[in-house]
C-alpha cells in the first residue's frame, strides 16, 4: 500500500537546513510498546485526500507508533521560546512533538497535485508525544493516553464549533509506561496544522538578537501560508496584522462558547491564529467570567475573562519581536486594530446566539444585561443557548433556569420586543440559532468519562465523543446523557497539568 506519508514534502526542513541547524533539530522518535489505535479520524482523513483504508492500515498504526519510517520521512523539532505567566522562558522547543513532513492535499476531483497546492497548501503532520528531543529538558518527551485524548478530542470539537484550530488525525494508546502522579499509559496524537509557527518562534530569535533568522522566519510563513502576499513592499505587515485580527477572531469565538484555554503562554499562540496546545482547557459549565481552568494558574492570569487582553498581551509580545521587520508606527497601528475588530467579532456572534439578524448598538444592554443574569444564576451557559430558541412565554424551559424569575422576565420583556422589530419568521430564527448555538461541548466529565473507559481498554466512548463533537449543533440521539447539565461529581474534578 502506497501510504500518504510517500507523499510527504519537507519545505522547513529544506528551507533552513542550510542554517546551521538553529531553527531546528533532526529527530527519531522512540517506539511505543505495543500500541494500538485508539480513534482514527475519518472526515479529516477525507479531508485531507488520505485513503480511510490507510487510516487503519498497520503500517499507520507502525509510523504512529514510532517504529516505522521510511527515507520519505525526516522528523524535525522546531525550537521556540516564549513568556510563560507573563515571564519570559527562554528556549522551549518540541519537547516531545515532531514534524514527520508536511502533506499536500490532493485535488478530490482527480487527485492532481496542482502547483499551488504543492507549494501552499502543506499540513503538518505531526507527531505528538514520540519521546525526547534535543529540546525536552528534563523531560520524557512522552505525553500520557488522559491527556492525549483530552487533545484529539477538543481539537476537533473546536473545529466542529467553527473555530481556528489544530485538528488530530489519530490517537494511539500502548504498553509503554508513563510516569506522571501515578504510572499511566504513553499515548500519541498525530497532530495536523497549516503551521506549527508560534509567536514564540519569532521571539525566540529576536531575543537572541538574529535579525536575520526573525526575517527567514517570517519569510518561511508568507511563502507557505500567505504566497498571496510574497511580492508587497510590506508584506511583514500584512503578516502580523492578520496575526492580530485571526487571533482577536479565535477570541472573540473562544469566549463565545465558554472555551478557557487555560496556558496562553506566547509560545502556545500561532502565528496563523489557530488555537494549539490543549493542556488544562475547560468548557464554562455554569457561566463565570472568572472561571480559572487551569489549577496551576494561582493568579488567575489566563481566566476566562481575561482571555481578551491576554490575546492583545501576547499580540504586543510578538510585535516587540518583529521591530527588526516593521517599524513601530506600523505595529501599533495593527495592535490598535485588535480590540475594535475582537469587540466587532464578539458582539456580532453573541448578536447571532440571540438570534439577532444584525448587531445594533442598542444590543450591548441586552447583551451584558444577560451575561449578568447568566453569572448572578449560575445558569449553565451551553443549555441555556442551546434552550433559547424556543423560548416564548408560554415555555418556561428557559425561565425555569433562573432563580431569580422577575430578572429573567425583566429581560425577556426587554428581548421579544427586540426579536419582534425583526422580520424573519421564527422557525427560520430558530434554525439559525439552532446551527450556532451548540448542543454539546467537551466538558470535563464528558472527556473523563471517554478517558477512564479507554485505560480499561474501551475506546468506544472516545470514538463517540469525537462522532457527536464534530457536529456539536446537530441532534445525535445516541449522546442525549451528554445534553444535560453535568453530574455532580463534576464539579469535584480537578485537571491536572501534568500531561
Ligand atoms: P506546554 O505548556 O504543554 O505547551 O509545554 C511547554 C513546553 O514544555 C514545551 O516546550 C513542551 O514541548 C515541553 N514539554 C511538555 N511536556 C513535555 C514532556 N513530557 N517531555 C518533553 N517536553 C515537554
Ligand atoms: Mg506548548
Redesign the pocket.
Known amino acids: 500500500m502506497t501510504l500518504f506519508i510517500d507523499r510527504l514534502q519537507h519545505s522547513f526542513f529544506d528551507q533552513f537546513r542550510g542554517q546551521g541547524d538553529q531553527h531546528f533539530s533532526p529527530v527519531m522518535p522512540s517506539r511505543l510498546d505495543d500500541p494500538v489505535m485508539v480513534s482514527s479520524n475519518a472526515l479529516l482523513a477525507e479531508e485531507l485526500g488520505i485513503d480511510p483504508a490507510e487510516l487503519n492500515s498497520p503500517e499507520l498504526l507502525e509510523l504512529m507508533g514510532g517504529s516505522f519510517m521510511t527515507a520519505n520521512i525526516k522528523p524535525i523539532a522546531l525550537v521556540y521560546s516564549g513568556h510563560q505567566f507573563g515571564v519570559w522562558a527562554g528556549q522551549?522547543?518540541?519537547?516531545?512533538?515532531m514534524t514527520l513532513g508536511e502533506l499536500p492535499v490532493l485535488d478530490p476531483k482527480d487527485n492532481s497535485l496542482s502547483e499551488k497546492d504543492r507549494k501552499h497548501q502543506l499540513w503538518d503532520i505531526q507527531l505528538k508525544g514520540a519521546g525526547?528531543t534535543p529540546?525536552?529538558?528534563f523531560?520524557?518527551?512522552?505525553?500520557v493516553l488522559r491527556s492525549s485524548i483530552r487533545e484529539y478530542l477538543c481539537s476537533e470539537a473546536m473545529h466542529g464549533l467553527g473555530i481556528a484550530t489544530t485538528r488530530a488525525l489519530c490517537l494511539l494508546d500502548s504498553k509503554t509506561q508513563v510516569y506522571r502522579e501515578e504510572i499511566e499509559s504513553g499515548a500519541t496524537v498525530c497532530r495536523v496544522a497549516k503551521s506549527h509557527i508560534r509567536f514564540g518562534s519569532f521571539e525566540h530569535f529576536h531575543y537572541r538578537n538574529q535579525p536575520e533568522a526573525v526575517k527567514a522566519m517570517a519569510d518561511y510563513v508568507i511563502e507557505r501560508n500567505f504566497p498571496q502576499w510574497a511580492d508587497a513592499d510590506n508584506k511583514y505587515f500584512l503578516m502580523f496584522e492578520n496575526c492580530v485580527f485571526k487571533t482577536a477572531r479565535m477570541i472573540a469565538q473562544w469566549q463565545s462558547v465558554g472555551f478557557n484555554h487555560g496556558?496562553m503562554?506566547t509560545?502556545?499562540m500561532s502565528i496563523i491564529g489557530d488555537t494549539i496546545?490543549y493542556?488544562p482547557f475547560g468548557f464554562l459549565d455554569a457561566y463565570d467570567p472568572e472561571h480559572i481552568c487551569n489549577h496551576s494558574d494561582n493568579q488567575g492570569r489566563y481566566s476566562f475573562k481575561n482571555q481578551p487582553s491576554i490575546g492583545l498581551w501576547n499580540l504586543n509580545a510578538l510585535a516587540t519581536s518583529l521591530t527588526s521587520l516593521i517599524s513601530n508606527e506600523e505595529l501599533i497601528d495593527a495592535l490598535k486594530q485588535y480590540e475594535p475588530e475582537y469587540l466587532k467579532q464578539y458582539r456580532q456572534i453573541m448578536a447571532e446566539k440571540l438570534g439577532l439578524e444584525e448587531y445594533q448598538p442598542e444590543d450591548e444592554s441586552l447583551i451584558n444585561q444577560l451575561m449578568e443574569l447568566l453569572q448572578r444564576n449560575n445558569v449553565d451557559y451551553t443549555i441555556f443557548f442551546r434552550s433559547l430558541s424556543q423560548y416564548s412565554e408560554a415555555n418556561q424551559r428557559v425561565r425555569d433556569q433562573f432563580i431569580d424569575r422577575d430578572g429573567f422576565d425583566q429581560w425577556a420583556q426587554n428581548y421579544s420586543a427586540r426579536l419582534a422589530k425583526q422580520s424573519i419568521s421564527d422557525a427560520s430564527r430558530q434554525q439559525k440559532m439552532n446551527a450556532i448555538n451548540p448542543k454539546y461541548v467537551l466538558r470535563n466529565y464528558m472527556a473523563q468519562a471517554a478517558i477512564e473507559a479507554a485505560q480499561q481498554g474501551d475506546y468506544r466512548e472516545v470514538n463517540l465523543l469525537l462522532n457527536v463533537l464534530q457536529s456539536p449543533c446537530d441532534e445525535h440521539p445516541e449522546a442525549e446523557k451528554y445534553a444535560g447539565l453535568p453530574p455532580d461529581w463534576a464539579e469535584k474534578l480537578s485537571v491536572s497539568c501534568s500531561?
Open positions: 522551549l522547543g518540541d519537547g516531545r512533538a525526547p529540546y525536552s529538558r523531560a520524557d518527551g512522552r505525553a496556558v503562554n509560545d502556545n496546545d493542556g500531561s
